[in-house]
C-alpha cells in the first residue's frame, strides 16, 4: 500500500479515518442514546478541527498559529524529484501529539504534508497518539532507484496498558518516487514487529540489504535457526526435564543484524523442533553480556521455572551509550510458559546481582522456604 503526500490524498485519509471511528463508536453500548450523541459530535469535531488546521498550514509561518510546533533540530534539505530541493520539517500537533511531516519550498511555500504515520497508529482508531519525540531521521536510496528516501525513527510512551511509561521507538521508510513520496505499510509493519526499528541502521539493512530478524519468531526447527545465523550460547545451552513438556533442551542465543545483538531463548525437542520461545530483551536495543540462566522451581507449584539474568544497552536522551542489567522470569504452566508480572515490581536488580541471588529472593516473594 501506497500514500501520496498530497492535500487531495490528506482529505481522503480524513474523510476515511472519520468512517473508522464512526463505525467504531456505533457498535459500542452507550449509557444513553443522548450520551452517544454527545460523543459522536464531539469525536467528529474534533476530527473537523484538527483537519481544518492541518490544511490550514500553507507556509512554514502558519504552523504556530494552528497548533503545530515545528521540531527545529530535526529540519534537514532533501533532494526530490520532482521539487528539487526542499527543506523536510518535521512539525508536534500540540493537542494531540501527532507527527506531521511537512516538504517546504525555500520560500517558506507547503508543497506536501502527511500524518499517515506509523507512529500516528500507536492507539488505534484515536485521534491521540503516545509520540514524545523523533529520535532519528536518515536520507538514503533504500530501494536503489536512485532517489533519495526518507527513515523516520519516533520514541512513544504508552498512557496506560501494560508497558504504560515505557519508551519504545517506532520506525518507517518514506519512499521517493516521480510524484513525490509513498510509504509501504507491509514494511512498516515488518519493521516494528520484528524489533528492527532500533536504529536507521537496522531498517537500513533490512529494507535495502536483505537482513531480518523475522526467522527469530517464525522459525519452527532448530535447523531453520543455524541456517539464519543464529549464534547459540553454548555455555548456556543444556538439557532440563519440564513436568509439563518433557526433556527439551535450553537454547539461548542471538542474532546480530546491524551492530545490534537480538537475544532469544528456545525450548527445543529432542528432534529438533521448537517447542517455546522467549524474548527477554524486551525495548532494549542490544544485548550487552548473558550473564546466566537457570531452570528451577520459583513459585512453589512443583515445576521447573526460567530466570534469565543479563545486561543490555540503549540509547540513552542525549544519544549515549546506557547499559543496564535486567532479569525476566517465566512460569512454567500446563499449557506453556507465562512471563512474569508481579515479582519484577518488588525485586530489582542491579550490575552486583547474581542469579542464584535473584531467584532467591524471588522464591522469598512467594512466601517458601528457598532451599531445595
Request: charged share 25%; aromatic share 12%; glycine share 6%.
Amino acid at each position: 500500500m501506497m500514500y501520496l503526500l498530497t492535500r487531495k490524498a490528506v482529505q481522503k485519509e480524513f474523510m476515511v479515518f472519520a468512517c473508522v471511528a464512526l463505525l467504531f463508536l456505533v457498535f459500542q453500548i452507550p449509557a444513553s442514546a443522548e450520551e452517544k450523541t454527545r460523543t459522536d459530535k464531539k469525536l467528529l469535531e474534533n476530527y473537523e478541527d484538527y483537519q481544518g488546521r492541518l490544511l490550514a498550514v500553507e507556509r512554514q509561518a502558519d504552523m504556530e498559529e494552528n497548533g503545530f510546533e515545528v521540531i527545529e533540530s530535526q529540519i534537514f534539505p532533501v533532494e526530490t524529484e520532482c521539487f528539487g530541493t526542499v527543506n523536510l520539517v518535521p512539525a508536534m500537533e500540540k493537542t494531540y501529539h501527532r507527527i506531521v511531516l511537512f516538504l517546504i519550498k525555500e520560500d517558506g511555500t507547503v508543497l506536501y504534508r502527511t500524518d499517515q504515520l506509523e507512529a500516528n497508529n500507536r492507539y488505534e482508531g484515536a485521534l491521540r497518539q503516545p509520540i514524545r519525540n523523533i529520535s532519528a531521521v536518515s536520507f538514503q536510496d533504500l530501494n536503489r532507484d536512485g532517489m533519495t528516501d526518507i527513515v523516520l525513527i519516533t520514541t512513544c510512551v504508552n498512557e496506560a496498558g501494560s508497558y504504560a511509561g515505557k519508551p519504545y521507538k517506532v520506525g518507517e521508510v518514506l519512499f521517493q518516487n516521480s510524484e513525490g513520496f509513498y510509504r509501504d505499510y507491509r514494511l512498516s509493519d515488518k519493521i516494528n514487529r520484528f524489533g528492527m526499528n532500533k536504529s536507521v541502521e537496522s531498517i537500513v539493512a533490512f529494507v535495502r540489504d536483505g537482513y531480518s530478524t523475522e526467522f527469530l519468531y517464525t522459525a519452527s526447527t532448530k535447523k531453520e535457526l543455524l541456517q539464519n545465523g543464529f549464534d547459540i550460547a553454548n555455555e548456556q545451552c543444556y538439557p532440563r526435564q519440564f513436568e509439563k513438556l518433557g526433556r527439551l533442551e535450553v537454547v539461548p542465543g542471538s542474532y546480530t543484524m546491524a551492530n545490534f545483538s537480538t537475544f532469544m531463548i528456545y525450548l527445543i525437542d529432542e528432534q529438533g523442533n521448537i517447542v517455546w520461545s522467549f524474548q527477554p530483551m524486551g525495548d532494549y536495543d542490544n544485548l550487552y553480556a548473558l550473564k546466566g540462566i537457570t531452570c528451577r522451581d520459583i513459585d512453589g507449584d512443583g515445576m521447573k521455572d526460567i530466570l534469565v539474568l543479563a545486561r543490555y544497552s540503549y540509547e540513552g536522551n542525549n544519544n549515549e551509550l546506557m547499559v543496564e542489567s535486567d532479569y525476566s522470569i517465566y512460569y512454567q504452566r500446563t499449557g506453556g510458559f507465562y512471563a512474569d508480572t508481579e515479582v519484577k515490581k518488588k525485586v530489582r536488580c542491579n550490575d552486583e546481582s547474581t542469579v542464584a541471588e535473584l531467584v532467591e529472593r524471588a522464591r522469598a516473594y512467594w512466601g517458601w522456604n528457598t532451599e531445595e
